[in-house]
């Protein structure tokens, strides 16, 4: 009767090992309230950049006496439509914490292909509430007016055109390609959901921030000065951004 049994749970079941894809976030503060700033800073108030993505939360950037609110981290990540299931680095006592709030724990070099996302602490709050402007399929999304500070487009699933400014504090996000066909001085993420071979093309490169793949680069680091204001592209090599003339 036992073999029985057995063979029928063989056969109504297997476990196999997997290899799947997982966004590991690279955590650089434990402060709740400066990770929901820098969050709505980098994504926008609307929960829409992510689709259901597995997170791996990086402690290894904190220090091992950090007290860490997973539940609020938790919630935070969820609102913006991730599934929060492991962490890594870290110490006991930060494993412990994540255990408790039903985050499992990953090797430290975990047998899955992640994409790292890091989030940009900023202190500053946005004048306006972001406005998304979704793309229903794949395809193109085309603006054609200004963007001021503090709103937003995102081009899912395909690439984004603009033929008007990005101003100061604006931000385009494409999981495509962007095209600015004008000055761009706000913060352009390409590739958002991984593409690392979608590219930024401005005909007026001055941005406050360019991201491919979530490999970013601000501009307190400056651009080249034989870049700035002009015609240039923006495309990843590796693990790094390259800048160049067009």
């Given at each position: ?42 994504f926008g108030d609307t929960p829409e950049f992510f689709d259901g993505d597995a997170v791996v939360i990086d402690l290894g950037h904190l220090a091992g006496d ?15 439509h991730t599934l929060p299931v492991a962490v890594r680095g870290g110490s006991a006592a930060q494993h412990a914490a994540a255990r408790a709030a039903g985050l ?48 937003q487009v995102y081009a899912r699933g395909g690439d984004l055109v603009v033929l008007a400014v990005v101003s100061f504090g604006a931000e385009v996000i494409a ?72």
């Open positions: 009767m036992a073999a029985t049994t057995a063979g029928h749970a063989r056969a109504s079941f297997e476990f196999k090992s997997a290899t799947l894809p997982l966004v590991a976030l690279l955590l650089r503060t434990p402060d709740p309230e400066a990770l929901a700033q820098a969050f709505s800073q980098q950090a007290a860490i609110d997973f539940p609020a981290l938790i919630a935070l990540l969820r609102r913006y499992a724990e990953a090797a430290e070099e975990p047998a899955v292909a992640t994409r790292e996302v890091e989030v940009e602490v900023v202190r500053e709050v946005p004048v306006q509430v972001p406005v998304e402007v979704p793309v229903a399929g794949p395809g193109t999304l085309v603006v054609d007016k200004p963007l001021r500070s503090g709103q999981d495509g390609n962007i095209h600015v066909y004008a000055p761009l001085r706000g913060r352009a993420l390409a590739g958002a959901r991984g593409n690392a071979d979608a590219r930024i093309f401005s005909t007026c490169l001055e941005p406050q921030l360019v991201s491919i793949a979530g490999i970013y680069r601000t501009s307190e680091k400056a651009f080249p000065a034989d870049i700035v204001g002009k015609p240039a592209q923006v495309r990843l090599e590796g693990e790094k951004l390259i800048v160049e003339a067009l």
